[in-house]
């Protein structure tokens, strides 16, 4: 009963692995009854939904019908609002190589999923004068990658648009933040189809020599884990970031070296 959400209504996209698996995790440990959205499931975030206060909802959130289904299932309440989904192909070709509907897919999931499902969400929270919205975005929306170039034009959008809206929401009792990571293990990262190996295709190393340049570039020498981004969630979420909003919070183990 004392947990730091018991009785809250949480809704996160993205949300059956990596940082969105850990926070669906971290949400319901604090006692949030949460709805987690994704296109598929996973084992583990099966073994969440069993123990009971976490929902699955299969959703495509490239469409607005998707947004609205997903915070539909929240029945009438959202306290918190988590908008994780999102890739990041690496484009070894360089910028002609991206063509237009390839800038459409991206911006459609790293920019324009959050859009929707925080318009369908924000309804709720203005009527109950109160929530939090936290949105992932990346060190690549301060700190542009020409190998992810569209990912981080789309990552730029999203945290000049949740600006923007925190200061119109702010006055409601709606905080709205966003969570910059840098490197992540993640299957973004580590997938057999991720970052590290679609680089190492094209520069004749492995995968592990990538992750290792990677680490080394990071003053404390690695990757964050899923779940430190998760507690960095659950804080802007929570009360104790009461007066809180329009921040950009950066967890990347000093991998940006100003701002």
């Known amino acids: 009963m004392n947990s730091p959400l018991h009785g809250r209504t949480a809704v996160v996209t993205g949300a059956s692995k990596g940082i969105g698996l850990a926070v669906v995790e971290a949400l319901a440990q604090a006692g949030a009854a949460v709805i987690a959205g994704s296109r598929t499931s996973t084992p583990e975030l099966d073994a969440l939904v069993k123990e009971g206060s976490v929902t699955w909802v299969p959703v495509d959130l490239r469409d607005a019908e998707g947004a609205e289904r997903l915070v539909h299932e929240a029945a009438g309440r959202v306290d918190v609002l988590v908008n994780n989904v999102g890739a990041a192909p690496a484009r070894t070709g360089g910028f002609l190589s991206v063509s237009d509907a390839d800038w459409q897919q991206g911006l459609d999931l790293n920019l324009l999923s959050a859009v929707r499902v925080t ?64 490197p992540v293990r993640t299957d973004l990262w580590l997938a057999q189809d991720g970052v590290a190996a679609t680089v190492s295709a094209a520069a004749g190393i492995t995968p592990d020599d990538v992750v290792a340049q990677v680490a080394g570039s990071v003053p404390t020498g690695r990757f964050s884990t899923p779940a430190e981004v998760a507690e960095l969630v659950l804080f802007l979420a929570g009360d104790q970031a ?18």
């Open 242 to 259: 009461r007066n809180i909003t329009g921040s950009d919070m950066i967890i990347d183990g000093g991998f940006v070296p100003t701002r």
């Open 119 to 182: 318009r369908a969400a924000l309804p709720l929270m203005l009527e109950a004068g109160r929530g939090s919205i936290v949105t992932v975005a990346s060190v690549n929306a301060t700190l542009p990658d020409p190998m992810v170039i569209d990912y981080s034009a789309g990552k730029a959008a999203l945290v000049a648009f949740s600006k923007a809206l925190s200061k119109e929401v702010g006055p409601k009792g709606i905080r709205v933040n966003t969570v910059s990571p840098g």
